[in-house]
Nanobody
Framework: QVQLVESGGGLVQAGGSLRLSCAAS????????MGWYRQAPGKQRELVATIFSGGTTNYGNSVKGRFTISRDNAKNTVYLQMNSLKPEDTADYYC???????????WGKGTLVTVSS
């Protein structure tokens, strides 16, 4: 069993920055991908960014150049640095862990990010 706990969400004005953190605990294998997804009211959940345990990253088109994902494998923690925030970034942000070995996905309960104009 794996648990993911997000933190760092909140209210920020447009153009500002926030950093989200997600700490994972449990049976985490070496080959895995951690990432962030977001969902705004009335919209489908979309990819924000993912990072492989080896360091390879992938970003959603809407956040490229503004967000940076990183991870600390020793702490089993993934971070999302969000800069130049826009009102359209407002959403619930969910942490995800995908374990390649068994194909399992785990999700945090989410943290709300609100960007005001």
């Amino acid at each position: 069993q794996v648990q993911l706990v997000e933190s760092g969400g909140g209210l920020v004005q447009a153009g500002g920055s926030l950093r989200l953190s997600c700490a994972a605990s449990g049976s985490i294998f070496g080959g895995n991908t951690m990432g962030w997804y977001r969902q705004a009211p009335g919209k489908q959940r979309e990819l924000v960014a993912t990072i492989f345990s080896g360091g390879t990253t992938n970003y959603g088109n809407s956040v490229k150049g503004r967000f940076t994902i990183s991870r600390d494998n020793a702490k089993n923690t993934v971070y999302l640095q969000m800069n130049s925030l826009k009102p359209e970034d407002t959403a619930d942000y969910y942490c995800n862990l995908h374990i390649i070995r068994n194909g399992m996905d785990y999700w945090g309960k989410g943290t709300l990010v609100t960007v005001s104009s």
